[in-house]
């Protein structure tokens, strides 16, 4: 990667947690799935690259800052439409 693509990890020792944070990132293609909420738990999409690794997990209605850090910032409009038409618990393959 480049000084523009760099890929940050950190890890938490003990409870195993990974964050990853992306300034940009280079895909052919990603999966998006909507999951449905429960009475005050609202509903949330994730995002996943071509080996289906987790990208982003965000609120539907909230989806700003999430792509933002994995670089679709400029696509976000684009993937507010396809995610308002999602069915939920459905995986759906979409080229940006």
């Known amino acids: 990667f480049s000084e523009n693509n760099n890929i940050v990890l950190v890890t938490h020792s003990l409870n195993c947690q990974v964050q990853y944070s992306f300034t940009k990132i280079l895909f052919s293609f990603m999966y998006v799935l909507k999951i449905e909420g429960k009475v005050k738990i609202p509903d949330y999409v ?17 989806p700003e800052g999430a792509l933002a850090k994995i670089g679709l910032a400029d696509k976000e409009e684009q993937l507010k439409k396809i995610i308002a038409e999602l069915p939920y618990g459905k995986i759906q393959k979409i080229d940006l």
């Open 46 to 62: 994730q995002i996943r690259d071509e080996e289906f690794t987790l990208l982003a997990y965000f609120r539907a209605d909230r």
